[in-house]
């Protein structure tokens, strides 16, 4: 991910100053001093490489507006010419080019605007035709229509923006160096049958054994299919592993100080961008938000969990019963009784959890070391455990499950220097839907392919 930070772009750029330079939208709104002979670029309708739009046109007797908006920013910027440069190619929606001068400007309201002194449009765009319209505040539900438009609506431009700041924030956070059912078919691609995965983290045990700490952050499936406003068939989750700990509460800090250190950097970075979710579509969030900074998680047990749902006045479609799993209903329930803090649910009935969580050996409610955390509004974001890593407990285990032979090479992992070890996983689009307030999960992801990029 590129940023201009420390002035390295305006430097190069007053080095050149003789040449014309492209620039972003962004640096020329942020520029500290007027420049003459600035190239904006603002490539799109049908152009391989877009940056961006006009976003309004205003002609007057004497001048010419117009906004322009390559994707780098919310706010978009001025270019005020000369009414014969209009043409009729030049609409909402259309591709430009503008050379000219990069001034102050006499508005409250901009810092930069840029004196056009030629105007030549790349891309023309029907304005007609095209489904985004100029001035228009356009409802989520409207957009979803247009997956391979909607990211050029200030809506989905913004999502963007805070899911390239959130994805640069956990990269950051841990510390890296750098700015289905098996086919019908009689034959398969890898010749065995092959399935998608849910979860990276039994490979990343294999990481965590030689390098202590690790975590992953890329795509994976849902196992269940599941139509709801919370569940993707296809999204990127982070996982993380340590080894050497034996405590719940050393993964419990983990979880809460990613949550805590991703939030705070997207408020901070992305202010615009998250005013205009938290302004028209979840007002109040902010605020929530930044109490919850504050404030430490609250950690409760499995079975204390299934007696405050036991004991509320509100009836829930699924009966709460101990060995049960939690439903949403009930997991908003619990952080609501909670104070609308996120709650850490821990040590979860033995048989309700998977193979490799670690045995509690406790009685008679059998319980593994076990968490979720739940937010406000959403239920859970977080899920993990601390890992079994006694040999004979998990042989048992997996000896009963009958994947004693499956799962051979996980076992080996218990019997050369196996040490106590936890990790977690946290949905990163389930994350973005919570801290911006939004009803459905679909609309964080602009173009399904392309959920993860970084914003150059």
Known sequence: MLRARGGWWWRGLRRCAS????????????????VEQVKVQVCGGGVAVCLGWVRSVRSQKEVLFLHINDGS????????????????????????????????SPHKMQNMELKAETIRVVGPCNALLFPLKMKERHPLEYVRQFPHLRCRNNTLGSLLRIRSEATASIHSFFQVANEAKESAEK????????????????????????????FTFGPTFRAENSQSRRHLAEFYMVEAELSFTESLQDIMQVMEDLFKTVTSTVLS?????????????????????????????????????????????????????????????????LVKHCGEVPVFVINYPYDLKPFYMRDNEDGPQHTVAAVDLLVPGVGELCGGSLREERLPFLESRLQRL??????????????????????????????LQYILGVDNIKDVIPFPRFSHSCLL
């Open 73 to 104: 920013s919310l706010e978009s910027l001025q270019i005020v010419a000369d009414p014969s440069l209009e043409n009729r190619d030049l609409t909402f929606g259309s591709a430009v080019e503008v050379q000219g001068k990069l001034v102050k």
């Open 187 to 214: 034959t398969h691609f890898f010749n065995v049958p092959a399935f998608l995965t849910v979860s990276g983290q039994l490979h990343l045990e294999v990481m965590a054994g030689a390098f202590t700490r690790v």
């Open 269 to 333: 970075k992305c202010p615009h961008d998250v005013e205009l979710f938290h302004k028209h579509i979840a007002p109040g969030q902010k605020g929530r938000l930044e109490q919850m900074l504050k404030k430490r998680f609250v950690i409760i047990s499995y079975s204390k969990a299934v007696e405050i749902l036991k004991q509320a006045s509100q009836a829930f479609t699924f009966k709460p019963e101990w060995g049960c799993d939690l439903q949403t209903e009930h997991e908003k329930y």
């Open 19 to 34: 040449l014309p330079r492209a620039l972003r939208v962004r640096e020329a709104l942020q520029a500290p001093e007027p």
């Open 402 to 431: 009958g994947l004693a032979d499956t799962y051979q090479w996980y076992l080996d992992l218990r019997k050369f220097g196996s040490v106590p070890h936890g990790g977690f996983g946290m949905g990163f689009e389930r994350y």
